[in-house]
């Protein structure tokens, strides 16, 4: 796979995963316990020998270069190849912000034109799964196709939220739908293709420049189709988009399961991340933990149930946790109950509070396509007071302080936010 360049498009705004992609880029967005949802991409890459990896990068990229560094747990801190970060610039020239995946590509073309490859592997930096990419890659050459889409199937009731593709009997593309109401066909685009280089460069050039095609899905895709020998390649294992709070949410649970389609614990197809030395989880004599993952460095005296513990987390006495996200080194204080929430770092969490409390589904008012699936978020380093009740599909804003609650009953679909100059992100 030496003749292959990996461009990750992880620069893109998601408000959808509201406030958890607020200070951070989607792609740094925390998963599964310890990992950042990158680190799949990236691990797929060091799976199927690809050592030339492209991270493009736009919205809040300091976390995300902080993590990925220089890409040693990934095999890509190399001399040659490696991993290296294309972030938007501005010169004398038109150069501007991404305007789309296809646009990201077009505005680091001089980068492609430089690497001495075949093939330019496009990958999306904020989806889980994990795939060997050099299988797909294999079946491009045999096929001697100008363009390759992985597609997976989905359930026919969301394929609204899919690019659609439909296959002829050789497998060759013979329709795309961006989007659709209704398709007869269930494969989803997974937003990852492999183009010749030259290809690449000239659907670029005349989509991209002079047309104005920003996208591969809504603007490139369907435009080559029957120009080009675009081929599908199925993809038949575990795939999610986690674009949503809903789906985020869904896929960290997924992992519980008592077998989960998603197996981290199979060493063939290994996740890798950064490794921070913590010690191991601690459990005190009250503990009870049921049916979840619970990360080193964690502290549990309570009781967790269908949950996701990451480190440093610490469970005081009497606390319980259900069905639950909690990213590190976030403090749930005695007696406080969190029920189906997504808790973000360095959270404190005080004595007697109640995070997702009662039934009542009522949508965000603020976020109402973003919350309303019943799942409370709290932002990063928000400090709850003590019995405080915040009800479902509620937001409690980055940074938060005791001093920004006004009452003590934060109903369902109401929003807390600080009345504080936000902090630089980190």
Known sequence: MNRVLAMVLAGGASERLSILSAERAKPAVPFGGKYRIIDFTLSNCASSGICNVAVLTQFN???LAQHIGVGRPWDLDRTTGGVVLLQPFLSRSTRDWYKGTADAVYQNLYYVEDQKVDEVLILSGDHIY?????HMINAHRSRQADVTVAVTEVPLPEVSRFGIITLDHNERVISFQ???????????????YVFDKSVLINCLEEYAQGKGGHDFGQDILPEIIGKHKVYGYRFRGYWRDVGTIQSYWQ????????????????????VRTVHRDRPPAKLGPNAQITKSLVSNGAIINGRVERSIIFPGVFVEDGAVIIDSIIFDDTTVGEGATVDKSIVDKQVWISNGSQVGHGDDLTPNKEEIDNLNSGITVVGKGAKIPSGVKIGRNCKIGCWVDRVDFSSKDIPSGESVASKRPRRHPL
Do not use: C
């Not at 109401?181 to 685009?189: E, F, P, T, V």
């Not at 896929?251 to 290994?270: Q, R």
């Open 251 to 270: 896929a960290n649970m997924d992992l519980i399961a008592d077998l989960p389609d998603l197996n981290l614990y199979d060493t063939s197809a290994e």
């Open 178 to 192: 961006e989007k659709p109401r209704s398709a007869k066909s269930n494969l989803a685009s997974m937003g990852v």
């Open 61 to 63: 990229p300091r976390s």
């Open 130 to 134: 994990t795939m060997r990419y050099d």
